[in-house]
């Protein structure tokens, strides 16, 4: 057989042509290759359905990880192309379907391909005749009902097999060389640190994938795993394979709850893969609590579906305030409230929308519910989303505000009507919801919509976990303020009947350990009613695995490489670290690969895993929340880099812990604490200075003080052969103006250099530099002007006007101590007069030192050349 330049058929088509020494296995082989076919095209279409409200590719690959036969795939695949998921089918894949479903005659690869397989068939059993037109469809439930009276549940004889395998490759390969699935562009994706993806094309044309190896893949964010390109980049996630293509594996049963088995037909191998995905019920899901209703009903002074406000909602005054001026206002077309999972975004809104119908800002307020998990005190449970895209909600809209959807799609459809509605509503000023809108299909597309077409009056509300848009006005939501967490802490434990069992004390623990999340305070609160004793949060929240995966799993999903690593490294160690020192730790083992740890920090802060607090000094401060710390802990265990993960604690560890009352002393010594760290480890030789080399100096460009502590550390560490770089940090130190006392100290230290160096210049004018600053004392001065006399060699070499420059400085600063001066040091000011041009004075000053001391040689000798 030949091959396709399709990585999953080549390797099966290598194996028949390897294994095929009989007509036998042969044919043994060629239903290998089939249930392969079957199971990849299935797997592509499967891939390829659109996101929806009834979630069609869910419920396929529900079933398909739990199928224990061909003849499942088979049947799914036919569900696909002509039962209701046909209709969420990507638009790219029309073609492809028509490839399937048309009915064709003889002389068609489609009817040939069926008809030899039928032929086979018949030798095996009883079988349907072709029939003078056939749709390609049929082929995979034939194929299904060949395997399974052959090697899955019958036996074949070597004679038959003889008989029946022409046709039954010749079958096979019409499937191989004209299936159009395969020939679509497949590839691995793997992303780096960097952001950027490893490609590895599997089949098609790669150039689909091209832009992932740029620059404009930093704003991507895909999982690692095969990807087939249709309209977008689709992840296959019924097919596994790795980096290297070392095999292929597709689900084959066994389905035990927390695992089901992965099976390579190429290679026979087999893998566990995680069921975790696919617990979830796949049909007949309850509505959210939180949906909106069916109809527009009067509420004060507006219609409406508003849900109502959850029972036991704790009132956030300040939150709600800032929530209703900002919705109100005659501004900001679209308002996001962000912030993470179950911290009451939704209850929030409710809350402020029920008041804002008492007013007449707004004529309707429609509400549109993507949410696709109700968290509960019971637990996360699975519910049906009302809407996923543009289409869901334009016919929910139509539906709620009465436009008949037929009359409508004759003149204009459902999505261009609501589009005129955003613009210029006919009910007048109204506010659009959309609650919970990371879970609709493609947030940015929607979002785009909404923008292009909305307009003041009308506004566009906008709850979610993640912001990956601009151009709206964000409200933060972070947890409630202690009040508001005591108020809500009081009134569960008097409907739970605990209250005696919660302290002041550790009411202020769950507080404190919670961050006031309300929902966690409410599992911590529902665990004690159910135990009927009190224990620590955290101990709590470590067994709450659903829990912990409801409020992360699809933020942390999400994140870009080098963002899931930041997050789990501080996960690693729950304290307030420096952002700055924590960017410097992310390079230290990344600062080749083009990475940025600032981009990935901002990345954590949209999403609402990590907070950002400012010290006294005005440094970022990021710290986790406890429940965000726990999840991370749990991917961490299991997260191929853990062992450098953790080697980044440690680092960050080597400055110390910090809370909260410790931001007031701000990052100095924070940074102090780090520097002397890495000192110590240089000087035990656990770690080269060559390495943290970059690390150090990525934090001094930042924190200008650093570049002292660096200077000492590269004088310590290289000594005399480091000198040039050690002058170099402080120069990079005094560019940047610091203090006169911090500028004092580094120009002293560069005089000391230049010293060493023998480089008088730049000693004195680091010696000039530093008097500005405070006057220097005598004998340094004395010091210089002797040091500058002497180096003949470069005097001879420069004029009379560059002398002067160089030598009237010094020779000022000695004229000052005059009076005290002693005919030794009047004599270096007599030289430095001579030097610079000025004889009359050098004389006078010579003469003076005579009178000071007439048997000083230095005067008497310059006093006889003058003279």
């Not at 709206?472 to 009040?483: A, H, N, S, T």
């Not at 040039?724 to 004092?744: C, G, H, I, M, V």
């Not at 001879?796 to 006007?801: I, K, L, T, Y």
Request: glycine share 6%.
């Amino acid at each position: 057989m030949k091959y396709m330049a399709f990585a999953p058929i080549d390797r099966v088509v290598s194996r028949i042509n390897t294994n095929s020494d009989s007509d036998f296995s042969l044919f043994m082989e060629l239903l290998y290759a089939g249930e392969l076919i079957v199971k990849l095209t299935t797997a592509a279409f499967v891939a390829c359905i659109e996101d929806d409200r009834e979630k069609h590719r869910y419920q396929l690959c529900h079933a398909l990880v739990r199928a224990d036969g061909i003849g499942e795939w088979a049947s799914k695949l036919e569900e696909i192309l002509v039962g209701p998921p046909a209709q969420h089918l990507a638009q790219e894949l029309v073609t492809d379907r028509r490839v399937f479903m048309e009915r064709l005659g003889a002389g068609t690869w489609q009817y040939e391909a069926l008809d030899r397989l039928n032929s086979v068939l018949a030798g095996v059993h009883a079988a349907q005749p072709t029939g003078d037109k056939i749709s390609l469809r049929t082929w995979f439930s034939r194929f299904a009902e060949l395997r399974n009276k052959t090697r899955g549940h019958g036996a074949i004889t070597p004679a038959t097999c003889a008989r029946l395998v022409p046709a039954l490759k010749s079958s096979i390969e019409l499937l191989i060389d004209n299936n159009p699935i395969f020939r679509r562009p497949w590839a691995y994706l793997h992303r780096n640190l960097s952001g950027k993806y490893n490609v590895v094309p599997i089949g098609g044309d790669a150039t689909a994938f091209r832009s992932l190896t740029t620059n404009a893949a930093l704003g991507t964010s895909l999982p690692d795993g095969v990807y087939i390109s249709a309209g977008k980049l689709r992840p296959v996630e019924l097919l596994h394979s790795d980096l290297s293509l070392s095999d292929f594996y597709l689900p084959n049963g066994a389905f035990k709850g927390k695992s089901y088995e992965l099976h390579s037909v190429i290679t026979d191998s087999r893998l566990s893969g995680n069921a975790q995905p696919y617990l979830a019920v796949a049909n007949n899901r309850p509505p959210s609590e939180t949906e909106g209703q069916r109809e527009l009903d009067v509420v004060g002074n507006v219609f409406t579906n508003l849900p109502t406000v959850p029972s036991g909602y704790v009132r956030r005054p300040r939150l709600e305030a800032e929530a209703s001026k900002i919705i109100s206002n005659d501004r900001h077309p679209i308002v996001t409230l962000v912030g993470r999972g179950g911290i009451g975004k939704t209850s929030l809104v409710l809350a402020v929308l029920h008041e804002i119908t008492s007013t007449t800002r707004y004529q309707a307020i429609v509400w549109f519910s993507a949410r696709d998990i109700d968290l509960t005190t019971e637990g996360p449970k699975v519910v049906q989303p009302r809407v996923m895209a543009e289409k869901d909600i334009a016919a929910e809209y139509l539906a709620l505000v009465g436009e008949d959807q037929s009359e409508t799609s004759k003149k204009t459809s459902a999505v261009s009507r609501m589009s005129e509605h955003m613009r210029s509503c006919p009910i007048g000023p109204t506010l659009f919801v959309f609650d919970n809108f990371e879970t609709v299909r493609n947030p940015v597309d929607l979002f785009q919509w909404i923008d292009t077409n909305i307009r003041l009056p009308n506004k566009v509300l906008i709850t979610s976990r993640f912001r990956e848009f601009k151009a709206d006005f964000p409200i933060e939501v972070l947890g409630m303020e202690p009040q508001e967490a005591e108020n809500l802490i009081d009134q569960l434990a008097i409907k739970l009947g605990i209250s005696h069992i919660i302290s002041s004390k550790q009411r202020d623990q769950i507080i404190e350990e919670s961050g006031g999340h309300p929902y966690i305070i409410k599992i911590v609160l529902g665990e004690i009613a159910n135990t009927h004793s009190f224990s620590k949060p955290s101990a709590m929240m470590v067994r709450k695995d659903e829990i912990l995966e409801a409020l992360f799993e699809r933020t942390y999903a999400n994140l870009s490489p080098l963002a899931a690593h930041t997050f789990l490294t501080l996960s690693a160690w729950r304290s307030l670290v420096p952002q700055l020192a924590l960017e410097a730790v992310l390079l230290r083992h990344h600062h080749r690969e083009g990475v940025d740890p600032e981009q990935a920090i901002e990345e954590l802060v949209r999403m609402s895993l990590v907070d950002r607090t400012r010290a006294a000094d005005n440094t970022s401060f990021l710290g986790i929340p406890l429940a965000a710390a726990l999840f991370g802990v749990k991917k961490l265990n299991v997260h191929p880099h853990r062992q450098l993960i953790e080697s980044d604690t440690r680092f960050l560890q080597d400055i110390g812990a910090t809370v909260t009352t410790g931001l007031k002393e701000g990052i100095a010594p924070r940074i102090e604490a780090l520097f002397k760290k890495v000192a110590k480890r240089i000087s035990d030789g656990s770690v080269s200075f060559e390495e943290m080399r970059p690390i150090l100096e990525y934090v001094a460009r930042s924190y200008h003080p650093a570049w002292l502590l660096l200077a000492q550390i590269n004088r310590e560490s290289e000594g005399e052969k480091g000198v040039e770089a050690t002058a170099n940090y402080l120069r990079r130190f005094l560019e940047k103006n610091p203090s006169a006392e911090d500028s004092q100290q580094a120009w002293q230290q560069l005089i000391a250099i230049y010293r060493a160096t023998g480089n008088v210049i730049g000693g004195c004018n680091a010696f000039l530099r530093a008097a500005e600053i405070k006057d220097p004392p005598l004998h340094q001065i004395a010091s210089m002007a002797h040091w500058l006399n002497s180096e003949r060699e470069i005097i001879d070499q420069m004029s009379v006007v560059e002398r002067g420059d160089l030598f009237k400085p010094i020779a000022k600063l000695l004229e000052s101590y005059l009076p005290v001066a002693s005919a030794t040091d009047l004599s270096r000011l007599a030289w430095l007069h001579l030097h610079a041009g000025d004889d009359g004075r050098a004389l006078e000053v010579a003469q003076l030192g005579l009178k000071r001391e007439p048997e000083n040689r230095f005067c008497q000798g310059l006093v006889d050349r003058l003279q």
